[in-house]
DNA sequence: ACAACTAAAACGAACGATCCTTCTTTTTGA
DNA sequence: TCAAAAAGAAGGATCGTTCGTTTTAGTTGT
């Protein structure tokens, strides 16, 4: 194929990202070798060095690419109008990431999820990708610290914690149930929801007397 | 150094464990070499393999320790009885889990969440490590799942909602924040419990007005 | 008390395997 | 026919591990 169409040279990028991404979701970056990724993707050293210049930039390519779409599951869920109550919000939003990559599978299971916890570990050893995290997730946050404060302003949620507090609290429910997902297999988002909305229920210690009053 | 005293042979293995533990939180476990523990431990070759077999094995100690000092941190700080409100609950587990190894840090910051973060992925490519993992998930499961239905039988919680979905919420929000301090830096476990505490106080849709009136 | 002895502990150079990458050659599509 | 794309053998580096040697702590004999 020499000449070939743009359309066919983006394919090929593509299959190449995917492929490497199913190795590296199922044994972690370091653990897959290049030869396990040429022969996912079936295609000689030759060609996937025509794409990418190492193993180091096809890492960094798919890692851009997962944070990419977290960010923007947890983003355009939160531009909704008004933001619907915690349970529901944290809800959709990891239903919304969840369903990246619904076609990438390791053994039948949904393989995006170990990817992200694979790009967490990455972070962690590289700078440059460290700064990407850092970067994306400072921008989610102060979404949902605005959410937080039109909760707190509106007279929804108790006015006397920071609100990046419990914006802090809802992501890492969010990253938690993914975690859950990655290493004890799928579940739907309904049962984080479920979760929260009974946690919402819950009166703290100074309200418990008046609650057990009304129960009775 | 022959015939050593016990003691002697235990601290060693122990040397060699804190070494590659941290090499392990700044590297992930397939990124360092095991001269790069060599060299953390200060010990030869021949040194280290005689108390472990390989790195295979060396790999899986530290999966286990990190594992049980998880496992133990929720489950002990459970057993308090009668049990707090989930928001001091989740935030005392947490900051029991974040005092284990708090001696070990990477530059200057707590190692021990990188760690966690580093043996998630690692239970992803073995089955006998996920194996150990699914084991201890499980009880902890059980015993939360306990202290919700303490919850919702003294009325504290809403009873229509399936207990083990709320343990599933509040250990994903624990393990959420476990990866956020990996990923972002040490914080305070005061923040995720405030963060669930004015989560606790939000309405859901159908009481609203009700609380609006009264905050008015 | 001290020196010789011994078995274990530690050392570290070196081996084979595997890794990532390069580069020449072959194939292919325009 | 040609330039681009793919192939795949091979190079250089690094990996985990082994194994022959050296060092050392504890024991024995005098």
Redesign the pocket.
Known sequence: ?????QE??DA?RRQILDGAALCFARNGF?A???????KEV??????????F??????IAAIVAEVLGQVHDGFEEEARNSPPPPPDILVASVLGRVLATKESLTVDGRPAFPRLVVQVWTETLRNDELAGLLREGYGAVQATWTRIVEAYQETGMMRPDVSPDRVARTMMAAAMGFLAQQALFGPASAEVLGDGLRALMSVQDHSSVNLLETRSN
Chains 1, 2 share one sequence.
């Open positions: 194929m020499a000449r070939v169409s066919h040279l090929r370091h897959t070798s290049m030869q396990d990724v040429l079936d295609l000689s050293a030759g060609a996937v060095y025509r794409y210049s190492g193993k180091e930039e096809l």
